[in-house]
Each structure stands twice: as C-alpha cells, then as structure tokens.
C-alpha cells in the first residue's frame, strides 16, 4: 500500500505542470469547437438537433 501512495503525484506535481495541463485541454477543447463548427457549416445545422424538414412540393409536375 505504501508503495502506491508514493507513486501517486502530489500538489507540487500539478503545480509544476499546470501550463502542460492547460495547453492539453485547451487544445482538446479546442478540437471539439472546430469540428462542431465544420460540423455546423457542412450541415447546416448544429450537433444533437434535429434536421429541418423538406419542405412539401406544391407543384411537383413542372
């Protein structure tokens, strides 16, 4: 037990990677924007909403 407790990081861990950490999520969140995004203007419309509709022909035997 004690050997996984001292493998285990401490705060001075997360303190001295913070800049890492931050530069990871970020980058992760940053990713999700930019495909929802690429998402939204290929589509049309936005990630879990339900597409519109066709519209009905009115005059279908031009």
């Not at 990081?9 to 303190?15: C, I, S, T």
């Not at 690429?38 to 022909?57: D, L, M, R």
């Amino acid at each position: 037990m004690d050997a996984i407790l001292r493998r285990l990081p401490d705060a001075d861990y997360f303190h001295r990677n913070r800049a890492r950490f931050g530069g990871f999520l970020a980058g992760a969140v940053g990713t999700l924007m930019a495909g929802l995004l690429i998402a939204v203007i290929y589509q049309g419309y936005g990630f879990g909403q339900t597409p519109p509709q066709p519209e009905t022909v009115v005059y279908p035997n031009w």
